[in-house]
């Protein structure tokens, strides 16, 4: 049982490139979330998915692109990187649908991402 | 709108000693809360959580939490500190200015602890 994966640790994009940072949980959760961290700012929303197939924007989305490709699987993608998405990435998974903001969020280990 | 408010941005406490952490919230009706953890290079982790009944929470590693509504407060707190408790520490609160799938976590800036050996 390995929680929450992310795929890559680490990354350095230069300006303009494109990515996708991939998530994966085997807990059979209904809610996946992405979020970004950035010093002094906490943790902030980016996208979420309730559920299979549905995905919803979060406070800070601007930039980016989500699918939720399965119920295992929630990409995010960034078609055009800028300098101000440079932060850490953090996936998280959450079990009930119905009232998945009061569960226990289950965190992967993070993207670390730099862009020149 | 709810917020969530942590006072202290770093703490470094001593091996052994106690340690209290200090989260406020805006909320007029009984808030949801959590504290999570992060250690260094690690994702974030439960600690506890309070939604309602005994005020006292007891959570993992040896950690507590007790809410005061009329101070609107939710400190974390752990008797006697070990070295590995060095991480940092979020409160969060959720948000219930929205309906059902909508509703989300306001998360505090967080409170980066140093243990001394």
């Known amino acids: 049982n390995a929680g929450v994966t992310q795929t890559p640790k680490f990354q350095v994009l230069k300006t303009g490139q494109s990515m996708t940072l991939q998530c994966a949980q085997d807990?059979?959760?209904?809610?996946m979330y992405w979020y970004r961290q950035d010093p002094g700012m906490g943790l902030r929303l980016i996208y979420y998915?309730?559920?299979?197939?549905?995905?919803d924007k979060g406070e800070v989305p601007n930039g980016y692109n989500v699918s939720r490709l399965n119920k295992r699987e929630f990409s995010l993608r960034l078609e055009s990187a800028a300098p101000s998405q440079t932060s850490v990435y953090f996936c998280?998974?959450?079990?009930?649908?119905?009232?998945?903001?009061?569960?226990?969020?289950?965190f992967g280990p993070g993207t670390r991402l730099t862009v020149l | 709108a709810q917020s969530v408010t942590q006072p202290d941005i770093h703490i470094t406490v001593s091996e052994g000693a106690s340690l209290e952490l200090r989260c406020n919230y805006s909320?007029?009706?009984?808030?949801?809360l959590f504290w999570y953890v992060q250690s260094p290079g690690q994702g974030l982790q439960l600690l506890l959580k309070?939604?309602?009944?005994d005020t006292l929470v007891q959570g993992i590693k040896g950690f507590e939490a007790e809410f005061k509504r009329s101070q609107s407060s939710f400190n974390l707190r752990k008797p006697s500190v070990h070295w590995s408790d060095a991480a940092e520490y979020f409160c969060?609160?959720?948000?219930?200015?929205?309906?059902?799938?909508?509703?989300?976590?306001?998360w505090g800036l967080g409170t980066s602890l140093a243990v001394n050996p």
């Open positions: 998915s309730a559920s299979e197939g549905t995905t």
């Open positions: 909320y007029g009706a009984t808030p949801y």
């Open positions: 807990m059979n959760h209904n809610s």
């Open positions: 998280a998974s959450s079990e009930d649908m119905r009232l998945a903001v009061y569960n226990e969020q289950f």
């Open positions: 969060a609160v959720v948000d219930t200015n929205n309906a059902g799938n909508n509703r989300k976590l306001i």
């Open positions: 309070y939604f309602s009944g």
